[in-house]
């Protein structure tokens, strides 16, 4: 009854007028020893996602009131950086805004910059929606994230429409932070990386292995230097183990083909990130985005699963 508790106060408009986090504008969904915290007012973003008390995803931080300090936020309707924010499609330029302090390229989308309205919140269910009005992304479009618990697993499916009367670009990833454990491994059958520059935008595909090899299993912990790139080749099942403790499980949908992997040096948290296209996505041929014709739809999904 929680989270339709906190449903009804959020859709009945008493989070106005304050400062988050606001308690009531979370949506709160159990399933047996499964417990997700959604957190709409933040780009739509997971707040929490535990089993049995142990955190999954590493826990939205207190006061948080950016997506960068959330458990898992959706990327729509890109992924990650485009230079300068500037690109052409069909013979139209496009000049998006910077949306990340002291960042010269737009990043992620809109998604994850906008509060999302909660469109149903029952037991082990929620769907949030995002409706964009064209702007500097000159595209009209509507998001959508459908959320759900069973077995303790739990599914994210992220999908985007063009509700505009022009053919619109998409390329869909999701963002999840997890938890650094000791002695934490990370498993995942990739077959090459996007060497970057100092923007962290990619430069050079290098085939094979480069830095951590993740697809033997690598330690996350003991990197010097941080890594933000993204990885070609992704068969959609990674693995994140560590010595005594459950291996958590994140599983993805064909379209995938690209695992961004973030590992901040001296954090307690990296990112393990699904995506439907590499960054930059417009300056390349077969970098998974796709032309969504008016009223057309794109959909992606994640599982992530422990035990």
Known sequence: MQAIRDWERYRAGLHRGRKPPYRWAMIVLESGAARLELCPEIGGAIAGFSVDG????RPMAKGATDALQVSSFPLVPFCNRVPRGRFT????????TPNLAGHPHALHGQGWRAAWTVNEAKGDRAVLSYDHAPS?????YRAEQRFG????????????????????PAGLGLHPYFPRRPGEVLKASVDGVWMVDQDVLPTVLHKGVWGPDWAGGAPV???????????????????????GLPTTTLTASPDCRWLHVYVPPGEAYYCVEPCA????????????????APGESHAIWMEIATG
């Open 277 to 292: 296209s590499r960054p930059d996505p417009f300056r390349a041929p077969d970098a998974g985005l796709v032309t969504l």
């Open 149 to 168: 618990l069973t077995n303790g697993v739990l599914r994210v499916d992220l999908s985007v429409t063009n509700t505009s009367d022009t053919p619109m």
């Open 54 to 57: 142990r955190d999954i995803l």
């Open 136 to 140: 500097d992304w000159p595209w009209a």
């Open 221 to 243: 912990e003991g990197h010097d230097e941080l890594i933000d790139h993204c990885y070609t080749g992704w068969t959609q099942t990674a693995a994140l183990s560590a010595p």
């Open 89 to 96: 499609v069909d013979g139209r330029d496009v000049s998006l």
